[in-house]
């Protein structure tokens, strides 16, 4: 197995996106980091709080119900 540290990042998001994964807004610790001072690990935390949150799941699936009006939802049938 190639070791995944030697393919580029974009390489990787290409793979992702071939497997049916949406990689165009990914978020970085560097977001974080380049306005807060803290660590990497505390910026990953913190990204995983925030883009996990119920909120923001329940914004997303809200806005994608809204979009998609000329299809039926699998749970209407």
Known sequence: MKDLKE???EDLRQELELRGWYTQNL????DVMQFHDCTSEY????????????HI?????????????QHKRKDDE
Not at 43 to 54: G, I, N, Y
């Open 7 to 9: 393919v580029s990042s």
């Open 27 to 30: 978020w970085h610790v560097d």
């Open 43 to 54: 910026a990953m935390r913190l990204l995983d709080f925030v883009l996990t949150s119920e």
């Open 57 to 69: 799941t329940d914004e997303v699936f809200r806005d994608i119900d809204a979009l998609i009006v």
